[in-house]
């Protein structure tokens, strides 16, 4: 059996970021206990049902998995120990939010085997957090990162923001300069998304907030690539950057359209072929859980279609692409087998470099990849 991947769902916020519609919330702490009793439930009706199958990554998500203490994340550890078999070199992630971590939990996270820490910070000026709505400031960033460090974490990410409103290219380019100074190993740097239902997409709307100008963000999206490169990290995925050795194995699975499976309220799985998606309602989730109810709330078996179509736009995100030889072992033909002109035509116009051994996204394509990826799609029709 393949090894595949286990994201953990902590839904939990001490407060809703102005920009954030994952599925997470703030004022319900107090469910905070049964939600975990239920996590550990559903882990060990896994365990039945996967029997001991092996995982070479776990990622502890959210929300703001920082929000609980040691003791909870080392319960829930041991509860995935029991169900599935845990490889070796398997890679922990646990997603912090510099507000709510401190040494204690830190030195209770890395003694129940958390091995990576990813940290929101978004940005380092001030006026940009408070304009985001995070609880943390820059220095409680510093001494938790320092903290984290001394408690044994090495393997660190950032996750940073770019295209906020009233952000300048100076304060990018500052908060690009503080983290690679602070030797950190692996980056992320996204650009904001104007999710419906935000406060800030209300804002917009109201033309309270602006957004961007495009050219500025493309310039930032360059300055990243160029900046990080010139730092000696490997940009290995559109928004991902990592000195050697430090890529997030979590990740990949996803992007390489591997298997995984996903526990809490609202995550996702897709596991040999098969699509499916727990119930998001936080309350709904606890009751239906502790009552041994189903909580899959959509469930879908994936054509071949499908998993062409999300195995190119997906894998298309990483810098190395699609490897020829794996793509024909899974799908029986090459992408230019199935995709024909669709590909030649993306080579022609720049966006797409075809070679015998990979399929990947030119520079050009890399600014235009929404463009790319949407070509991708394709129906059980248009199969050739
Ligand atoms: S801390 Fe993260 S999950 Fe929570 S509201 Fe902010 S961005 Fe969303």
């Given at each position: 059996m393949d090894p595949i991947g286990l994201y953990i769902h902590f839904p939990f916020c001490q407060r809703k970021c102005n920009y954030c519609d994952f599925n997470s919330f703030s004022g319900k702490h107090h469910h905070i206990e049964a939600y975990l009793k239920g996590l550990i439930q559903e882990i060990s009706l896994y365990s039945r049902e996967v029997n001991k199958r092996p995982v070479k990554s776990i990622f502890i998500g959210g929300g703001t998995p920082s929000l609980m203490e040691a003791k909870q994340a080392n319960d829930l550890l041991v509860a995935i120990d029991k169900a599935f078999n845990l490889q070796p070199d398997i890679e922990i992630t646990l997603e912090?939010?510099?507000?709510?971590?401190?040494?204690?939990?830190?030195?209770?996270?890395?003694?129940a085997g958390i091995n990576r820490l990813s940290m929101g910070l978004q940005a380092c000026q001030q006026g940009l957090l408070e304009k985001l709505g995070r609880i943390h400031t820059y220095q409680d960033f510093i001494r938790n990162l320092q903290e984290a460090r001394r408690q044994g974490f090495e393997n660190i990410n950032v996750d940073l923001m770019m295209g906020l409103p009233g952000q300048y290219l100076k304060d990018w380019q500052w908060t690009l300069e503080e983290i690679t100074a602070l030797d950190i190993p692996h980056i992320s740097a996204y650009s904001l998304i104007w999710e419906e239902g935000t406060s800030?997409?209300?804002?917009?709307?109201?033309?309270?907030?602006?957004?961007?100008?495009?050219?500025?963000?493309?310039?930032?999206?360059?300055?990243?690539?160029?900046?990080?490169?010139?730092?000696?990290?490997?940009?290995?995925?559109?928004?991902?950057?990592?000195?050697?050795?430090?890529?997030c194995k979590h990740n990949i699975i996803y992007w390489k359209n591997q298997n995984y499976l996903?526990?809490?309220?609202?995550?996702?799985?897709?596991?040999?072929?098969?699509?499916?998606?727990?119930?998001?309602?936080?309350?709904?989730?606890?009751?239906?859980?502790?009552?041994?109810?189903?909580?899959?709330?959509?469930?879908?078996?994936?054509?071949?279609?499908?998993?062409?179509?999300?195995?190119?736009?997906?894998?298309?995100?990483?810098?190395?692409?699609?490897?020829?030889?794996?793509?024909?072992?899974?799908?029986?033909?090459?992408?230019?087998?199935?995709?024909?002109?669709?590909?030649?035509?993306?080579?022609?116009?720049?966006?797409?470099?075809?070679?015998?051994?990979?399929?990947?996204?030119?520079?050009?394509?890399?600014?235009?990849?929404?463009?790319v990826f949407s070509e991708m799609i394709i129906d059980q029709s248009s199969e050739k």
């Open positions: 912090g939010n510099p507000g709510t971590l401190n040494s204690e939990k830190l030195n209770g996270y890395r003694r800030f997409h209300k804002l917009l709307m109201e033309n309270q907030l602006q957004q961007m100008e495009e050219g500025l963000e493309l310039e930032m999206f360059h300055y990243t690539m160029s900046f990080l490169r010139e730092k000696g990290y490997e940009h290995y995925e559109i928004s991902n950057y990592a000195l050697e050795g430090y890529r996903g526990l809490g309220a609202g995550a996702h799985s897709c596991i040999n072929g098969r699509r499916f998606s727990n119930e998001a309602n936080l309350e709904a989730y606890i009751k239906k859980v502790h009552r041994g109810e189903n909580i899959i709330i959509e469930d879908m078996i994936l054509t071949r279609e499908d998993e062409i179509s999300e195995t190119m736009f997906l894998g298309l995100r990483m810098l190395e692409g699609i490897n020829q030889d794996d793509f024909v072992k899974r799908f029986g033909k090459s992408p230019v087998d199935i995709y024909g002109r669709v590909l030649t035509d993306l080579e022609k116009r720049g966006l797409l470099e075809l070679s015998k051994e990979r399929v990947k996204l030119t520079p050009k394509g890399l600014d235009l990849g929404n463009l």
